[in-house]
C-alpha cells in the first residue's frame, strides 16, 4: 500500500492532535510533521515534501491562503486542503483565491473526507 505523507498545519494543538489521530486512523494516510504558522508551514514543507498538506485558513503571521499560494507555486508542489470552520459555501471562494485542491470544515473532517479529497485531488 502506498502511503500519503501528511503535513498538519494549525496553531490550536487540541486541532493538531485531533487531526493527526484523524490521519493515523486512516489507512494509506502518515503524519510527516506539524506546523503551526503559514511561514512554519512553507518551511516545513520544503524540508519534509509531503504529497498533502492539511491547511488551516486561520494562522498567524501569513494565513492559510497565502501560505497555500506559496506551497503552490512550487515546482513538486503538494496537494493542500483547507480546513476552516467557515461554512462550505465560503470554501469555494478560498480555494479560487489560493490554488487549493478543497476546502472542508472542521467539524465535518474525518476518515472518509480525508479520503475523498485526496482521491478527487490526485485523480
Known sequence: MILVSVLIVDDQAPFLRAMSA???????FR??????SGE???????????????????????????????LRARTSAP??????????????RFIAE???????????FGPDRLREAWTAATT
Do not use: F, H, Q
Request: hydrophobic content about 50%; aromatic content about 2%; glycine content about 10%.
Open 79 to 92: 496537494v493542500v486542503l483547507l480546513l476552516s470552520t467557515y461554512d462550505e459555501d465560503v470554501g469555494a
Open 40 to 70: 512554519e508551514a512553507v518551511v516545513a514543507a520544503r524540508a519534509l515534501v509531503p504529497d498533502l498538506v492539511l491547511m488551516d485558513v486561520n494562522l498567524p503571521g501569513i494565513d492559510g491562503l497565502e501560505a497555500t499560494r506559496r
Open 22 to 28: 484523524v490521519i493515523e486512523e486512516t489507512d494509506g
Open 98 to 108: 489560493c490554488g487549493a485542491a478543497a476546502y472542508v470544515t472542521k467539524s465535518a
Open 31 to 36: 503524519v510527516v510533521g506539524r506546523a503551526g
